[in-house]
């Protein structure tokens, strides 16, 4: 199983409309990886790891795909369309990792 993980990082000056992207950002990319997309989940930062403290990242985007492979025969087509979309939400400069999941 493959991750591909979008974290959008919490610097001064930046925003996140976590409606616009939970529910139009995120299903148009369910819609357009189908079922290649095997699972996604999305996380709202809220703190750091000392109490109080600010979140490193805004949010972050997690996506699951069988293998290397699927995940990049899928979402290369459609690339344009989902980061195209990022605008529509954040001003947030993303940071992207894919990684295997190993448990």
Do not use: W
Not at 76 to 88: K, R
């Amino acid at each position: 199983m493959v991750k591909l993980s979008v974290m959008y990082p919490n610097q001064e000056g930046t925003n996140l409309d976590m409606t616009y992207y939970c529910n139009r950002h995120i299903p148009m990319v369910r819609q357009l990886l189908g079922s290649t997309l095997k699972g996604v989940s999305v996380e709202q930062g809220i703190s750091g790891e000392e109490a109080g403290s600010p979140a490193p990242y805004l949010a972050m985007g997690h996506l699951l795909f069988d293998s290397l492979e699927a995940f990049q025969t899928t979402f290369g087509p459609h690339a344009q369309a989902i980061v195209g979309d990022i605008p529509n939400y954040t001003n947030s400069e993303p940071i992207v990792q894919i990684g295997e999941v190993k448990s």
